[in-house]
């Protein structure tokens, strides 16, 4: 059986005997039943827990509108027009427009990045920044009642109305993304995010598909409702990049409806834990490097059986995507990780946490345009050229009879 995985902006193929294949994993899609522009219409018309857009700001009013950046497949493009209308209707003019990209601990955007991203000629027309996590152009609005000090940046704490765009998916340890998450960790200080994650990061509710009891998602929350956002609007994407909802008002109450939405297409039931899983990150922008691939490798642990092999295909065209990512791979064992961890977090040291605990249950093959001895030498991951490939070799080592589940959309299914 012929099957399609995808990789950056293209797909590689692989064929598995329908004698091993268990099955392969979609997402259960919903059709639009309307244009993205008249799900967006319609959420801006009858927001959740806030007044419209265009009720809520006035002349003269500053506005910062958050977007996500290049590692996140957010439409923002399709968004960005119906919101500009709403704050125009308002008398809000270009001038008093800053658009903010919630980058969080991720490098500066681009501007060929913002061109795409914003559509249009909105990079060149509006006031644009990335969040810079370690610069000093921070407020700190007060601190959750777990302890973390929120500091948020300065652009979005100064405007009179303050909105977030952004898009509703599964997040393995946030629960979800969307919602809370633009303003924490997106436009947050190092120090904010840094005692959020580890405030919260070894509980073991902070887990992927999870909102209640889940004490990260319960901090973030706490932390941007101290930064006083405005207006939210999400949206929920099939697995073809199809707007299949949008959600606007309040964001919490925005988040949830967003998450409901994502359950019923991305939380699958499997009968049987395969010997093999093959599994792709999704294609472009979430395999844009190591760093955004690893989370289909995480969310696949649920259908691996134990000493089992997970093969990911993953381009990476930005290589490992976090410097200390690679170096925590060099230097420390799980153990002296999580120790370190505990004291001090750091940041793309918690994904080598995680790249060393998966690799307690599972062997790791990849197919990816990364340097091939970086990806041996350091994260530990057999290199192949094709993806029959790797799976000839996994078969070699499981047995001809080894059972195969081939997960395509790795980074958003949660395998239950």
Known sequence: MKIGLPYGKKTLSIHVSKSNLLGVIY???????????????????????TKRLCELAKKNDKVA???????????????????LKEIYRAGVKDKDITIIFATGSHREVKHEEATRLLGGDCANR???????????????????????????????????????????????????????????????????IQNNY???????????????GNPMYENMTEGARLANPSFCLNIVQNSKKEIAGAFAGDFDMVL????????????????????????????APHDVNLY?????????????????????????????????YYEWMKKYTKKEMEEKLGKEFTIGGHKAYYHLKAL?????????????DMLKNVFRM??????????????????????????PKGTTTLIE
């Open 292 to 324: 955004q691939a690893y989370k289909a490798i995480h969310l696949s642990l649920n259908a691996v059986k134990e000493d089992g092999i997970i093969i990911l295909a993953a381009e990476c065209p930005d290589g490992h995507g976090s410097q200390p």
């Open 126 to 192: 509006l006031n644009y920044i990335s969040n810079n996590f370690k610069e000093n152009d921070f407020t700190y609005v007060g601190s959750t009642s777990k302890g973390t000090d929120v500091k948020v940046k300065n652009a979005f704490i100064d405007a009179n109305i303050r909105i977030l765009l952004g898009d509703v998916e599964i997040h393995y340890f946030a629960g979800y993304g969307g919602g809370r998450k633009s303003i924490l960790p997106g436009i947050s200080h190092y120090s904010t």
């Open 360 to 372: 307690e249950k599972a062997k790791m093959f990849i197919v990816s345009d990364m340097n091939k």
């Open 198 to 212: 580890q405030t919260n990061f070894f509980h073991p509710n902070s887990k992927p598909g999870v909102l209640d």
């Open 65 to 83: 509108i958050v977007v996500d950046d290049y590692t996140r497949p957010c439409p923002t493009w399709a968004m960005l027009p119906s919101v």
């Open 27 to 49: 997402p259960n899609e919903i059709k639009p039943e309307r244009t993205a522009e008249e799900y967006i219409r319609l959420a801006l018309d009858k927001p959740m827990g």
């Open 382 to 407: 057999e290199t192949f050229p094709t993806l029959d490939d790797a799976l000839e070799q996994a078969f070699k080592e499981k047995g001809e009879t080894a059972k195969v589940l081939v997960i």
């Open 256 to 283: 949830r409806k967003g998450a409901s939405l994502v359950d019923k297409m991305y939380k699958i039931k499997i009968r049987e834990k395969a010997d093999i899983v093959l599994t792709a990150a999704d294609g």
